[in-house]
């Protein structure tokens, strides 16, 4: 799981080339339309989900998403499942000591019944993280394009392939507030639901559901 960088709608050049003639503005030019990604992609099924949020990128945009990819599956799927292993980078608003982050974890694996683990990458290793190559083949499939509209943005999304299959794709339109926090206090009841390794404490987390 992880997002990808902010998507500006707009007749912007992104490197890309196309054919016909489709003249790009070359540098922002104050857009205020933008779309962040936060994708998913389910290493065992090869399915991928997105949603482009229209409002920051937080600790409860991320999970918010978890949640929904969650809701997707099956109850046969559910069932089948006995552990949830979630790989992100070490960014900010997912980080081994964010706060909200791992409160709403807590949450997500009462919700589940299910053990989360988290795994960490550490620094500059997230070209490991399978998520970073959905990115990639995302960004090739619409070399070129001019994103005018929101629509053409879910458009071109959905018609790429990974793993030969097409992604699940939704539009938010929820507003996030930034900078949302937990006292010590309330931090030190999460922190007795995070099984941390003693050897990578901040990289390898269990939680279990109670």
Same mark, same amino acid.
């Given at each position: 799981?992880?997002?990808?960088?902010?998507?500006?709608?707009? *007749?912007?050049?992104?490197?890309?080339?196309?054919?016909?003639?489709?003249?790009?503005?070359?540098? #922002?030019?104050?857009?205020?339309?933008?779309?962040?990604?936060?994708?998913?992609?389910?290493?065992?099924?090869?399915?991928?989900?997105?949603?482009?949020?229209?409002?920051?990128?937080?600790?409860?945009?991320?999970?918010?998403?978890?949640?929904?990819?969650?809701?997707?599956?099956?109850?046969?799927?559910?069932?089948?499942?006995?552990?949830?292993?979630?790989?992100? #980078?070490?960014?900010?608003e997912n980080s081994g000591i964010r706060r909200q982050f791992l409160k709403r974890m807590?949450?997500?694996? #009462?919700?589940?019944?299910?053990?989360?683990?988290?795994?960490?990458?550490?620094?500059?290793?997230?070209?490991?993280?399978?998520?970073?190559?959905?990115?990639?083949?995302?960004?090739?499939?619409?070399?070129?394009?001019?994103?005018?509209?929101?629509?053409?943005?879910?458009?071109?999304?959905?018609?790429?392939?990974?793993?030969?299959?097409?992604?699940?794709?939704?539009?938010?339109?929820?507003?996030?507030?930034?900078?949302?926090?937990?006292?010590?206090?309330?931090?030190?009841?999460? *922190?007795?639901?995070?099984?941390?390794?003693?050897?990578?404490?901040?990289?390898?987390?269990?939680?279990?559901p109670s």
């Open positions: 799981m992880d997002c990808k960088a902010t998507v500006e709608i707009g *007749e912007y050049s992104r490197g890309g080339q196309t054919r016909g003639y489709n003249q790009a503005q070359d540098h #922002d030019m104050g857009t205020k339309e933008k779309y962040v990604p936060c994708g998913i992609v389910d290493e065992d099924t090869g399915q991928l989900y997105v949603t482009f949020g229209s409002s920051y990128k937080t600790s409860d945009f991320m999970v918010d998403n978890l949640e929904q990819w969650w809701t997707s599956l099956s109850i046969t799927e559910k069932q089948q499942l006995e552990n949830i292993q979630i790989k992100v #980078d070490n960014g900010a807590v949450e997500f694996a #009462d919700q589940t019944k299910k053990s989360i683990q988290l795994l960490y990458f550490p620094p500059y290793h997230s070209k490991y993280n399978p998520i970073e190559r959905c990115w990639g083949i995302l960004e090739r499939h619409w070399n070129g394009t001019l994103l005018r509209n929101a629509q053409t943005m879910l458009a071109w999304v959905k018609t790429m392939t990974w793993k030969g299959l097409n992604p699940i794709v939704k539009l938010s339109k929820k507003v996030y507030q930034k900078g949302i926090s937990l006292t010590k206090k309330e931090m030190k009841e999460i *922190e007795k639901r995070l099984e941390r390794n003693p050897h990578l404490p901040k990289w390898d987390i269990l939680i279990r």
